[in-house]
């Protein structure tokens, strides 16, 4: 494997391991928030427990995801040259208003960690969870500008193999952003609706019937089944964005290869690629241009009308469809949960539900991953769509390979360490005994 080979795959393998801590980071503190204000609302000492728990895991994701985070930015210039040689005037302004928007919720996650009973107004305490996910929240939104200027980059005039004349909000509030920006905050919160909602499912299977556990389920099952609503229709607004904008990554990933109305969609199957021959597939009539249009007799281009050296690899395909088919089956726990809750007479905490939480959570986080390679992979093989290819902008050092397994061993370290270290911080302790012992003031 050459060197994009390589620089390609330690950069894949550290955004897939920082994506796990990013997600965290932006969703958690949602969750903190919402259950702090129904503990001082209800003065319900459970929802105040979950607040503070949740809050003393959440610090050990950020501090992992500021490393990892760090890594990505060092990876840019140093695998990368060109791409910061060409673009870094233009994506200089997003990646500093990350950094501050960071350190602006590192700032408020301190104070709010240290002052838990130290207000007369316990609603003071919960107004510092807001900068908090503002500026994880703003953290998230930034990163993903740059991420849409790759795909759709505007604000600069291109002369002689130069940027110029450069507009940074131009260039930030790219085509992509909106819709990349929305799925990104909504699965976010998905998933880690999922995540708590499996470690209290995880903990009624093993026994522990406390109220404090049916609440984390009920409250993160019902914020569960709106954002899988949200996600799947911010899904299908990036899908028609993408017919639109990126059409060939769209026909990437439903091997659409003829421009034509009335389009099937293609769930799984096996690709001939030398003949474009689609074998066991579910073929859903209509239904791709549905998706790209709104319209069944909508017209979707298809690869075939694009040069094939810029076609993306054609197995995003299989990411694409993983994806989809993940949402939907959270979407389908999270429905069946609160359809037993609103049937009283039925048991919503049943044992075969609450196993199918605990595997949405690991779930909700693989489509957290096949999107971003999804997003990535389908851009290929610009790094910058139309201006600079992949091939082009990485670097000529003959040492990446080393780096790899270096970074490999310390994502490695990190990720042992910091399932040891949220093990240690929970284990022997459950909820009840900690409400109990803590005695929360409301």
Not at 130 to 144: D, E, N, R
Not at 238 to 264: I, N, V, Y
Request: glycine share 8%; hydrophobic share 55%; with cysteine.
């Amino acid at each position: 494997m050459g060197t994009v080979g390589w620089s390609r795959g330690l950069t894949e393998m550290t955004l897939a391991f920082h994506i796990l801590f990013a997600t965290v980071g932006v969703g958690v503190p949602v969750f903190i928030s919402i259950a702090e204000w129904l503990g001082i609302r209800k003065k319900d000492a459970h929802y105040m427990l979950m607040a503070r728990r949740w809050a003393r895991g959440f610090v050990i994701t950020v501090a992992v995801g500021v490393v990892t985070g760090t890594c990505i930015g060092l990876q840019l210039s140093l695998l990368w040259p060109e791409f910061m040689r060409l673009a870094g005037n233009v994506i200089g302004l997003p990646l500093f208003m990350e950094t501050f928007a960071f350190f602006f919720e590192a700032i408020f996650l301190g104070i709010y960690l240290y002052t838990w009973n130290r207000f007369a107004n316990p609603y003071v305490h919960w107004l510092l969870t807001l900068p908090v996910i503002l500026g994880s929240t703003g953290s998230a939104l930034f990163i993903t500008t740059v991420n849409g200027f790759m795909n759709t980059p505007q604000g600069f005039t291109y002369e002689n193999g130069a940027l110029t004349h450069i507009d940074p909000l131009a260039a930030m509030l790219n085509p992509a952003t909106p819709s990349k920006v929305a799925h990104v905050l909504f699965s976010a919160y998905l998933t880690c609706a999922f995540l708590l909602a499996m470690i209290a499912a995880f903990s009624m299977l093993r026994g522990r019937k406390d109220e404090y556990y049916r609440k984390s389920v009920r409250l993160n099952m019902i914020a569960g089944l709106v954002l899988a609503l949200v996600t799947i229709i911010g899904g299908d607004a990036s899908a028609k964005f993408l017919a639109k904008a990126q059409p060939e990554k769209l026909a990437a990933a439903e091997w659409h290869f003829e421009t034509g109305s009335r389009a099937a969609l293609v769930v799984g199957g096996r690709l001939n690629q030398e003949t474009s021959e689609i074998s066991g597939a579910l073929e859903i009539p209509w239904a791709l241009s549905i998706l790209a249009t709104n319209d069944p007799d909508g017209t979707v281009i298809g690869l075939n009308d694009i040069p094939k050296d810029e076609w993306p690899p054609l197995y995003v395909h299989y990411l694409f469809d993983a994806m989809v088919g993940i949402g939907f089956y959270l979407l389908a726990v999270s429905a069946c949960f609160v359809a037993l809750l609103a049937v009283k007479r039925r048991n919503a905490y049943n044992r075969w539900l609450l196993t199918a939480m605990v595997a949405g959570g690991p779930l909700a986080f693989l489509a957290i991953e096949l999107g971003w390679f999804y997003a990535e992979v389908g851009r290929q093989p610009w790094i910058i769509r139309g201006y600079l290819r992949v091939s082009d902008a990485a670097t000529a050092n003959a040492h990446v390979s080393v780096t790899f397994w270096m970074f490999a061993v310390l994502y490695a370290v990190l990720g042992i360490v910091s399932l040891f270290v949220l093990a240690r911080l929970f284990h022997n302790k459950p909820a009840e005994l900690e409400l109990e012992a803590q005695r929360i003031i409301l």
